[in-house]
């Protein structure tokens, strides 16, 4: 046979090639992954405007707080063989132990449009207890601290969102108001040496230079002379606060003890320390930390500029108010399966095709895709309003009644109740993956191999290469 008859053969037999045609179904299956790719760029968009809505209501109440109890701070002078004074430092000293209580946290959730954002109230209560190092072995002859000038600091992320005075306690009755921190709290100032124009020399301009060390707004009470004389004392001080999403207690003593009692029973412990012990309940949880001196990693007292302070924050231990009817994370994870259960729908109407006899256009096809990428949007709009699961109902629902009547009009009454059950199977598949995050990767391969080998079996007498029925077609016949 010469080339030019096989080439007018295969153009005859093109048509009813059953190899070419699920060739031409796995190519619209991989199209119709471009809808989808349309609408997850809309389910990231609305995540975005779910974010900055946070943002918004975070501005109000506070925003994900973390907190510092309470660290001695001394200022001292260094200063060079002249005697003049070359800088300022701030030398600081850990509690020897601490603990923050987190008194019954309640949870409040606010709306703004569609958006939710959980909310908190509640009163952190810290304990302290100080053993100062010996004086005399901190000072030298070339820097002098400044014990009148000591202070206790507390830090927290906004400050917006105290609810309250905040006083210290010292034990004794006595209580100190704290205020809003000044000077050279958590700074070093170092002098700055400048040109002088009109004298044409370099100058000392002192108080020139600041350092910042830690990244929480501070506030402070001066102890003045109630260290004098001291080796040991105690300290004591409740922060009325309100938040949103998130609370974190960073170490702020050498060895610190964390308890936080809440009323939100979707916690997730994100902090660099897991708790010690957590009770999850319907209503609630309670969680309990420790932080010993060596796991904090930090040394007991130091100069500010040496210690790395920014480390207290980003060893807090954690909190997060986890949200869990958040439609955008989950229609996202459902439009990562997309080709999957397109492609599951698109076999099929295939094996409907073969065994009936009957030719489906790939415009029909193609018609089908598009009711399931149309599938994923009501999914979203209408998560956004009832929640994931009653959306993703109704939005099953809708799809699988249109493609099953579909393929009932396609190749018959008879299959409307086959498609329909075929599909509503392979939504049903779809949600349980969505709910066994911890299996979702094996349940989906298991059904993918199992989707492949049923095709496999179902189509083994048929005529690839096209030209007529097949045996299966006509034992279905």
């Known amino acids: 046979m010469s080339l030019n008859n096989l080439?007018?053969?295969?153009a005859?037999?093109?048509?009813?090639?059953?190899?070419?045609k699920l060739l031409l179904v796995c190519f619209l299956v991989l199209l119709m992954g471009i809808p989808a790719l349309f609408i997850a760029a809309i389910s990231f968009e609305r995540a975005g405007r779910a974010d900055d809505v946070t943002r918004e209501v975070s501005q109000r109440y506070g925003g994900a707080q973390t907190l510092l109890g309470p660290v001695l701070n001394v200022p001292y002078t260094t200063k060079d063989s002249e005697g003049e004074i070359i800088s300022y430092g701030e030398y600081?000293?850990?509690a020897e132990s601490g603990s923050a209580n987190v008194e019954k946290l309640t949870t409040k959730i606010r709306k703004l449009s569609l958006f939710k954002v959980p909310t908190y109230q509640t009163k952190v209560n810290f304990s302290a207890q100080f053993n100062l190092p010996s004086k005399e072995n901190l000072e030298t002859s070339f820097q002098t601290f400044l014990w009148s000038e000591a202070k206790i600091n507390i830090g927290l992320t906004d400050v917006r969102g105290l609810q309250d005075d905040v006083y210290l306690d010292l034990g004794s009755g006595q209580k100190l108001k704290f205020r809003p921190a000044s000077g050279r709290t958590f700074r070093s100032v170092r002098n700055v040496n400048v040109y002088d124009k009109r004298t044409e020399k370099m100058i000392v301009q002192k108080l020139k230079a600041y350092h910042e060390y830690i990244n929480l707004q501070a506030m402070e009470v001066s102890l003045g002379d109630l260290l004098e004389g001291q080796k040991s004392f105690s300290v004591n001080a409740s922060l009325p606060i309100r938040g949103s999403q998130r609370i974190s207690i960073a170490p702020f003593a050498q060895s610190t003890k964390v308890e936080i009692n809440a009323d939100w029973s979707h916690p997730g412990f994100v902090g660099m320390y897991p708790p010690?012990?957590?009770e999850i309940f319907e209503d609630g949880f309670v969680a309990n930390w420790s932080v010993p001196f060596l796991a904090r990693g930090m040394a007991a007292h130091g100069d500010a500029e040496e210690l790395n302070l920014h480390q207290l924050s980003n060893k807090a231990v954690s909190v997060k108010f986890v949200n869990p009817v958040n439609p955008y994370q989950n229609v996202?994870?459902?439009?990562k399966y997309a080709i999957l259960f397109i492609g599951m729908v698109f076999l099929a109407y295939f094996l409907f095709e073969t065994l009936v006899g009957i030719k489906v256009h790939a415009a029909q096809y193609v018609l089908v895709g598009l009711?399931?990428?149309?599938?994923?949007?009501?999914?979203l709009a209408f998560a956004e309003h009832i929640g994931f699961t009653l959306a993703f109902i109704l939005a099953a629902s809708a799809t699988v009644f249109i493609t099953s009547a579909y393929a009932g009009v396609v190749f018959g009454k008879s299959y409307?109740?086959?498609?329909?059950?075929?599909f509503a199977a392979t939504y049903g598949l779809l949600y349980v993956l969505m709910r066994i995050e911890d299996f979702a990767l094996m349940v989906g391969a298991l059904a993918s191999f199992l989707a492949i080998a049923a095709t496999m079996y179902l189509t083994r007498n048929v005529n690839w290469y096209g030209g007529g029925q097949s045996s299966l077609t006509q034992n279905a016949s």
Request: aromatic share 10%; net charge positive; glycine share 12%.
């Open 7 to 10: 080439n007018s053969g295969f």
């Open 12 to 20: 005859k037999g093109a048509g009813h090639s059953v190899g070419l």
């Open 92 to 94: 600081v000293i850990f």
């Open 276 to 278: 010690r012990d957590r």
């Open 332 to 335: 996202t994870r459902a439009l």
């Open 371 to 379: 009711a399931q990428s149309v599938f994923y949007l009501l999914l």
């Open 416 to 422: 409307t109740l086959k498609a329909g059950a075929v």
